[in-house]
């Protein structure tokens, strides 16, 4: 079976950084994708990750490593909208688009 | 403005009563995608399009149609509702050119079946 984990919930300061980390055990890879939702509203990407290593994007990164079946979400300088939950989701073929989705971490910024 | 639209936003219907949700999109991808959301559990898949007339069953069809008809639209239809499809779907669509594209989601459908 297909299986993504990630922590239900977190909680963080304004100003500081958060960790939030992603495991799978799946069929096949072929990608993994980090979205951001706020509460009430549609998915938006954030970052794609395919081979090992620390993407980053402005205040964001994401780091995979394949080996270990792991990657994690880096967010600095939280700032009070970044209080949203975070998806992670991996791409198991490289045939079609099929992504498998983790529940989510709720992420929630304290002043 | 590039986007995916949905209709309606909300829908309260009771059980068995045929319904559609509509999902366009003006972007001109070809991949096109529903899911729905349940608390405590991940995005899953009801069905996706590969491009115009061909589809395909995701991980939880059961219950579900859907058409692509025309590369914009993607209804997904539930012939006779029941309370256990009571959640919130989106439908989503990207580029079929680059595996990493990510896709692009609509507003949401809240869906209450009573």
């Known amino acids: 079976g297909q299986n993504i984990d990630q922590p239900t919930e977190m909680t963080a300061t304004e100003g500081a950084i958060v960790q939030i980390n992603c495991t799978y055990q799946?069929?096949?890879?072929?990608?993994l994708f980090w979205y951001q939702q706020h509460a009430g509203e549609a998915p938006t990407f954030l970052s794609y990750?395919?081979l090992d290593g620390l993407e980053e994007k402005g205040r964001f990164s994401s780091f995979l490593s394949r080996s270990k079946g792991y990657s994690y979400l880096l967010l600095k300088e939280l700032q009070m909208k970044d209080s949203a939950s975070y998806l992670c989701a991996v791409r198991l073929q490289d045939s079609n688009y099929q992504l498998i989705w983790g529940a989510g971490t709720k992420l929630i910024i304290k002043p | 403005e590039a986007q995916v639209t949905q209709n309606p936003r909300y829908l309260i219907t009771v059980t068995g009563k045929k319904l559609t949700v509509t999902c366009s999109q003006n972007?001109?991808?070809?991949?096109m995608s529903w899911y729905r959301q349940d608390p405590g559990l991940g995005l899953r898949q009801i069905y996706y399009?590969?491009?115009?007339?061909?589809?395909d069953k995701g991980d939880v069809p059961e219950g579900y149609k859907v058409s692509r008809k025309e590369k914009r639209n993607f209804p997904l239809i539930l012939e006779s509702p029941s309370p256990n499809q009571t959640s919130l779907y989106f439908c989503?669509?990207?580029?079929?050119?680059?595996?990493?594209?990510?896709?692009?989601f609509g507003p949401g459908t809240r869906l209450t079946v009573l």
């Open positions: 399009s590969m491009n115009v007339e061909v589809t």
């Open positions: 799946t069929s096949g890879f072929n990608g």
């Open positions: 972007m001109n991808h070809e991949y």
């Open positions: 990750n395919v």
């Open positions: 989503a669509s990207k580029s079929g050119g680059g595996h990493y594209n990510e896709q692009f």
